[in-house]
């Protein structure tokens, strides 16, 4: 018996290859151009010499002797007239040349901070010293010049002199930076010769009309052998430097671009076509390179594709195959003698399903199941072999949708092989793939042997993904029809018969024998023996004693019931209960029906005038807002001007239109409704819908205020210009069902297209978003102590979350298993909440007179720890004993910035004189608080030379030039007269008793010098200023206040745990 001999890779090492080494694995000089004879036969010495490798049939490689498919290639190489730059180390050869000394050779950093940096750093260090430590020899700088150019001072250095100075370089000093001079010399990037990838990387296809096209690469190596041989020629003949620099130059273009065809400031090499051509870098890199697509990715077999349609009579953790895939779709199962009978029945059916399409002999050959060789196959069949049969009623295949944001997006589901040309998805289930039923598509994997299916079993089946980790919420729960069913179900009365009937048709094993039976009493019979109670039920030992039976007992991510039986009667029973709470709701409501019409949307007259009053005393305060404007007595807030200040009123005013009715519509909308019914049961739509739909849609927002977008003054052309009511800006007072007007359609136009627009751009943004936090994220995982860890052995946390529960389990109170990605999990529960964020929100937070970036933009920003946030801000509170509204209002003027610029009127540069006047704007100075003799204290304090003349400051810069005067004309105005730097707008909250400072613009440093501040509390959004002022930890806990802050002003739930 053959003895198995495995052996572990240790390392792989990946370095330059060495001259001697290029011309070692070389198997052939590579001279001409050329590529096939006159016959079509590979010319020797040229790009398809067959020395290179054997890609046609029928031809053999000279140099293994392999025909295709068993030559793997080898390499050539081509010499080089003259020394070229490799392209992808010029920042090593930059190293060499800046950091070694140019005479001695040797690292430019003494004995003294060789240990105090580590080797990776100490090439960094030694590159800014002018002097040699060791020879004393002064350094001239050499500069890079992008993509491959070398200049000391203003001469040019080449290749050959790169070269010789390199080669100075002595093995101990190399290995003082970390380099391993055996395997790799810094002077080996500049290349003496090339190697020529084999034809197998680079394959001819011979086209429809008989004639060859050549790959990229092959054109791209036949361009640098032109090059070459020109330049050969030229230095043969004696030619001119001049021309024997373009040559080299030529040469070195092409194979930068032979190694990188998209490098900055190269005009990327193209065929006649004008199409760029793809070389090497490019088939590797981004989504479309070869790791991405052919190595971390790949296509495979035993998977189907198609569209899903609903069907609620089959079971949730089923999924309905048609027949045709499942006779192509195969599972391998081995043959023994239990199965052998059954097997054999299978491969006489041979293409009639239930059938077999091939076996597979134990050598691993494979051989297809003929009518003709069916008997022969029966008779050959023995224990051992392997069949790939149809798939079945019972096997078990994954199933998933794209975009698979989270990991309920491919689960095991058992089949069910049935007629049509769809997959059968059972509503409930639609939930965690985030399907609907409006053409989606989906794909089924058929798991090939009995390891893959048993994991798919325990680990993928939807019973185990009933309870998501990203919050606890159940996946899985009654919806639509099942909710509003079991919601009418609850109110009636039946009789034993009609109770009966619907409990036998929805799977219940249960025999009534009371005459008349409750609603309640039927549903309780789906409900095991629990206590439960919310605000809308009480349950209790398995019965409804009182209340609505609606979404919160076995609704999808709100069932809190579901999670109860889950805890107390095992997976099983909680999934069972859903099933059997989801066939009698969909049942129920089938028998009884239920239509919406547009009558059902009709409000009685009273709610129609009550509507129109609320909507005409808006109208009524908003022209009150408008009129007070155009007085000039509006109400201003802190830091915004006039018109800010209205538009901020009328907003506040006109968005409680929608509220109010909404509030009124609530109270007197028909209970009996079927609307109603679907709202109060959670099956679907709310208030909202309904207001809109009877009784006004309210105001349009765009960007964060009304619309005021369109053409001069004003939004349409029906408008009168600087017309500011609500009508000329997007308020529409009519319902859906009495139509839009004109004018009122075009702003709901608008505004659909925004949120149409944003949509499509948050889906590339966020995707990234959550790429970005896989790839960061990827190695954390719990380790058998209950750590978490990442690919280093670095600890990341001691316990999971703090208290080492699963999310997924917190009502189980269970510990998350070891070995769990618990970085991945975090990941997709971010990418698949980023995903519903909106993009483009000025959410107010709480105040509306602040407008602070939130959603997917801020997530992002945090997640990059930008240096600066795009709205900083702080949250001042006060000491106790300023803590009194004119304290802070004080305070609040005391800190605002004030510049030289927003107080100015004018300043005027004088440039015969050499002065710069200053004008000071008195309405200004009055509002800061400020003279104009403080003004020039200050400004003399900050170093001008400034005196104050009548109504004017005037600065004399007699000793500056005139370059100098306009320099110094921005820096004043940029000056700080008062204030505290950086803090622009400001506004006094009141919570509770205390009033808080809030600023646009942060400064933490200066703020917490000052004596109102209460230090503990002061916080900012500047994790980079936190970080430095209160310390890391800080920082941490900001990051997560942050990020909480963001998903619940997007109602976004996303366990702690993850943060």
Not at 537 to 557: P, R
Not at 594 to 606: H, M, P, Q
Not at 784 to 801: M, V
Request: aromatic letters at 6%.
């Amino acid at each position: 018996m053959k003895k198995t001999v495995s052996k572990k890779i240790g390392e792989i090492k990946f370095s330059l290859l060495s001259p001697e080494q290029i011309k070692k694995i070389s198997v052939a000089k590579i001279v001409t151009p050329e590529l096939y004879d006159i016959d079509g036969y590979p010319v020797d010495g040229g790009l398809m010499d067959l020395r290179l490798g054997a890609i046609d049939p029928g031809v053999r490689c000279r140099t293994c002797g392999g025909k295709i498919k068993e030559c793997l290639g080898h390499p050539g190489s081509i010499d080089l007239a003259k020394p070229i730059m490799h392209l992808k180390y010029i920042s090593v050869i930059e190293l060499g040349l800046r950091s070694f000394c140019q005479e001695c050779g040797k690292l430019m950093l003494d004995e003294k901070d060789l240990k105090k940096y580590s080797p990776s750093e100490r090439a960094k260090k030694a590159k800014d010293n002018k002097k040699c430590p060791h020879c004393q020899a002064t350094q001239e700088k050499v500069k890079l010049e992008k993509p491959t150019s070398f200049y000391k001072g203003k001469t040019r250095l080449f290749p050959t002199e790169i070269r010789e100075s390199l080669v100075k370089i002595p093995d101990e000093e190399l290995k003082k930076i970390g380099v391993n001079p055996r395997t790799c010399r810094i002077e080996w990037a500049i290349l003496n010769s090339l190697i020529v990838p084999p034809v197998t990387v680079r394959p001819s296809i011979i086209l429809e009309s008989g004639e060859r096209s050549e790959d990229d690469l092959t054109h791209k190596l036949s361009d640098i052998i032109r090059a070459n041989q020109r330049l050969w020629e030229n230095l043969n003949a004696g030619a001119p430097e001049v021309i024997i620099e373009d040559l080299w130059d030529l040469l070195q273009y092409h194979i930068t671009t032979f190694f990188d065809n998209t490098v900055a400031r190269v005009p990327p090499a193209r065929h006649r076509s004008g199409q760029p051509l793809k070389t090497i870098t490019e088939r590797i890199k981004g989504k479309e390179g070869r790791i991405r697509k052919n190595i971390a990715g790949k296509r495979v077999n035993y998977s189907g594709r198609t569209v899903i349609s609903p069907d609620p009579n089959i079971r949730i953790n089923e999924v309905g195959i048609p027949f045709e895939i499942a006779r192509v779709v195969t599972v391998s199962e081995t043959v023994n003698d239990l199965n052998k009978e059954k097997l054999s029945k299978l491969i006489k059916n041979g293409e009639v399903w239930p059938g077999a399409n091939y076996i597979i002999r134990p050598d691993g050959r494979k051989k297809k199941i003929t009518a003709e060789l069916q008997e022969e196959i029966i008779e050959e069949l023995k224990p051992g072999y392997k069949v790939e049969r149809h798939l079945q009623d019972g096997d078990v295949v994954l199933f998933n949708r794209h975009p698979s944001l989270h990991r309920a997006s491919l689960m095991a589901h058992f089949v069910r092989v049935l007629p049509g040309r769809t997959f059968r998805v059972h509503p409930a289930a639609a939930n965690p793939y985030n399907a609907d039923f409006d053409g989606d598509e989906m794909n089924i994997h058929s798991p090939q042997n009995e390891e893959a299916r048993a994991e798919s079993k325990i680990l993928l089946d939807v019973k185990q993904n009933l309870i998501s980790p990203k919050n606890n919420t159940n996946l899985i729960g009654c919806i639509v029809d099942a909710v509003t069913g079991n919601y009418l179900l609850g109110q009636k009365e039946f009789t034993r018969e009609e109770a009966n009937q619907l409990l036998y048709k929805s799977g219940i094993e249960l025999d009534i024998s009371t005459k008349m039976i409750s609603g309640k009493d039927v549903f309780s019979s789906v409900i095991p023996d629990v206590d439960f109670s919310n605000s809308s039920i009480e349950i209790k030992k398995g019965k409804v004693l009182k209340g609505d039976i609606d979404k919160s007992t076995f609704g999808d991510e709100g069932g809190e019931l579901v999670k109860i039986i889950d805890q107390k009667y095992g997976r099983n029973e909680a999934f069972d209960s859903i099933r059997r709470a989801f066939n009698l709701g969909k049942n129920y409501l089938s028998e009884r029906g239920i239509t919406a019409s547009v009558e059902d949307f009709d409000l009685d007259e009273d709610t129609i005038a009550e509507s129109e009053k609320i909507i005409k005393s808006t109208e009524k305060k908003a022209d009150e807002i408008i009129q007070s404007y155009r007085d000039e007595t509006i109400e201003l807030i802190p830091g915004k001007s006039a018109e800010e200040s209205r538009e901020i009123h009328l907003l506040k005013v006109l968005n409680e239109v929608r509220t109010k009715i909404g509030a009124m519509v609530k109270e007197r909308f028909p209970n009996t409704n079927p609307v109603s019914y679907m709202i109060k049961s959670g099956g679907g739509g709310n208030i909202l819908n309904i207001t809109q739909m009877a009784s006004c849609v309210g105001q349009q927002a765009f960007a964060g205020g009304r619309i005021d977008i369109g053409y001069t003054e004003r939004t349409l052309s029906f408008f009168k210009k600087g017309d500011l009511s609500p009508k000329a800006r997007g308020f529409i007072r009519s319902a859906f069902i009495k139509g839009l007007r004109p004018d009122e359609f075009f702003f709901q136009a608008i505004t659909g297209r925004d949120s149409l627009m944003d949509t499509a751009l948050r889906t590339p943004k966020s995707g990234y978003l959550y790429r970005r936090l896989a790839n960061a994220l990827q190695d954390m995982r719990v380790e058998y102590d209950g750590t978490i860890r990442d690919s280093g052995n670095n600890i990341i946390q001691f316990k999971y979350g703090l208290d080492g529960y699963d999310v997924s389990k917190i009502h189980l109170k269970e510990k998350i298993s070891s070995g769990e990605a618990v970085g991945l999990v975090t990941a997709q529960s971010f990418g698949e909440a980023s995903t519903q964020m909106v993009l483009n929100t000025f959410h107010m937070a709480g105040v509306a007179e602040m407008q602070v970036t939130t959603g997917l933009p801020r997530i992002i920003e945090i997640f990059d720890a930008r240096k600066k946030p795009s709205s900083p801000k702080m949250e001042i509170h006060l000491e106790s004993e300023f803590n009194n509204e004119e304290s802070a209002k004080e305070f609040a003027e005391q800190i605002k910035e004030v510049n030289l610029k927003g107080i100015s009127s004018e300043i005027n540069l004088d440039f015969s004189s050499k002065t710069i006047s200053i004008n000071l704007d008195k309405n200004e100075l009055k509002k800061t608080h400020t003279t104009l003799n403080k003004v020039v204290e200050k400004l003399n304090e900050l170093g001008f030379n400034v005196e104050n003349k009548g109504n004017s400051i005037v600065l004399n810069a007699s000793e500056y030039g005139f370059k100098e005067i306009y320099q110094l004309k921005e820096k004043l105005k940029k000056s700080i007269i008062s204030g505290v730097k950086g803090v622009e707008q400001i506004l006094i909250v009141k919570r509770g008793r205390d009033f808080i400072v809030m600023t646009l613009g942060t400064n933490l440093k200066e703020m917490i010098k000052l004596k109102e501040v209460d230090k503990k509390k002061i916080i900012s959004n500047d994790l980079h200023e936190v970080a430095v002022v209160f310390g890391i930890e800080a920082a941490r806990q900001l990051i997560i206040n942050e990020i909480k802050e963001v998903l619940d002003s997007q109602g976004l739930d996303i366990n702690i745990k993850h943060l």
